[in-house]
């Protein structure tokens, strides 16, 4: 039943290669402590007694509350599948709760740490340099994902319109808007690599292939260590920073959520707390009774 629910999840759910092979990952790994701990060969015979031991193995092991929480979300999601299809008839994961985590906010790089690398870093002209700079201008400028920036095509850039058409998680598409300050960077960036051709990646490697996730990591931890003190200095950490200062300038938390392409409001209202906190150190530093 594990390759169907997989493929349940790659033809109907549309998830990504990356979070698929996480499922299959944690279905593997729970298998293999049934067999070894019960000897039971099929994971959907598992019933919650179960299920609790390899809870109780995983805490034990040392494992982070929040990586034990996404291995129960993977086995929530299996028994939900065969419970739909009529393989069971009782979900076994219905009374398994979710461990108890420490709420974490998202790290950010500063606006004046930003703005001193956008505006005052000479990056090289050259087409590596100016691809370096377009990468950060757009994960910081649109606030994209790591996987929707190297999805991206020159096809799906519209210098008329002002945007880009973004595949986002579940392959649902959206349009964002980027800086208007970034347009002759983008023309004179297109015009120098894609020669008219539409069906070509955005953003290439040194040797002219699509760009992979470590090679863009690469570039932004690059150039991120350079401006900012934030312990992770990674392409996420952009789009958190995005989220951030929209924020902090007061967008509305709709709007912040359609450019990001969350799904609900809860994974945007994250970023709000960011926010809060920026308030809070003015009033402490302000309020003459803080």
């Known amino acids: 039943m ?6 349940y999840l790659q033809f109907e759910r549309r998830y990504s290669p990356h979070t698929i092979r996480s499922y299959s990952d944690d279905l593997v790994a729970f298998e293999a402590f049934l067999n070894s701990e019960f000897q039971t060969a099929k994971s959907e015979k598992a019933q919650t007694l179960e299920i609790r031991q390899w809870l109780f193995s995983l805490t034990s092991s040392g494992l982070a509350p929040r990586t034990v929480n ?16 009529g393989v069971i008839d009782q979900n076994p994961m219905a009374p398994i709760r979710p461990l108890k985590v420490n709420r974490r906010l998202p790290q950010f790089v500063t606006e004046n740490e930003m703005v001193r690398m956008l505006d005052q870093f000479e990056f090289d002209d050259t087409r590596e340099g100016r691809r370096d700079r377009l990468v950060m201008e757009l994960l910081y400028g649109t ?5 929707e920036l190297i999805a991206l095509d020159v096809g799906d850039v519209s210098l008329t319109a002002g945007t880009l058409r973004v595949l986002g998680k579940r392959s649902k598409e959206r349009l ?22 539409e069906n070509v990646p955005l953003i290439v490697t040194d040797k002219g292939d699509r760009a992979y996730p ?15 003190t934030a312990d992770k200095k990674s392409p996420h950490v952009l789009r958190h920073t995005f989220a951030t200062h929209l924020l902090n300038k007061g967008a509305e938390l709709n709007a912040v959520k359609d450019l990001l392409g969350h799904a609900n409001l809860a994974a945007t209202q994250v970023y709000t707390h960011n926010s809060i906190e920026k308030l809070k150190a003015v009033y402490e530093k302000a309020h003459p009774k803080a």
């Open 214 to 228: 470590m090679f863009i990591y690469r570039i932004v931890n690059h150039y991120l260590k350079t401006f900012t």
């Open 143 to 147: 606030g994209i994902r790591l996987a």
């Open 176 to 197: 964002i808007p980027y800086p208007s300050g970034l347009q002759p960077l983008l023309e004179k960036y297109l015009e120098q690599h894609s020669e008219g051709h």
């Open 2 to 7: 594990r390759e169907s629910f997989l493929k």
């Open 70 to 85: 996404r291995k129960l979300a993977t086995l929530r999601s299996y028994f939900k599948f065969l419970l739909r299809d």
